[in-house]
């Protein structure tokens, strides 16, 4: 499965009202779609993906995880860093 799967896998586990036809590029944190809760909970998620600690301070929210597709190039961007 890859990343992109696994993200919109973990997204749709939370039951969340996503638009009919939402896909990859959708906004997520922009749109609201992601609540606060949701947003805390992708970054435990990421953490498990990358192996460490994401300090969400160092970098903007809503641009790089508005998006599954941005979710998962954040994801392999920083993978073993």
Do not use: C, H
Not at 24 to 46: E, N, P
């Amino acid at each position: 499965m890859s990343t992109r799967d696994d993200v919109i896998a973990l997204i749709e586990s939370w039951n969340l009202t996503l638009p009919r036809n939402w896909d990859r590029d959708t906004s997520l944190v922009r749109s609201g779609i992601i609540d606060s809760l949701a947003l805390y909970q992708l970054i435990l998620w990421i953490e498990e993906r990358v192996g460490k600690p994401v300090d969400p301070t160092k970098f903007d929210l809503a641009d790089e995880l508005d998006t599954v597709t941005s979710i998962a190039n954040f994801v392999e961007k920083n993978r073993g860093r």
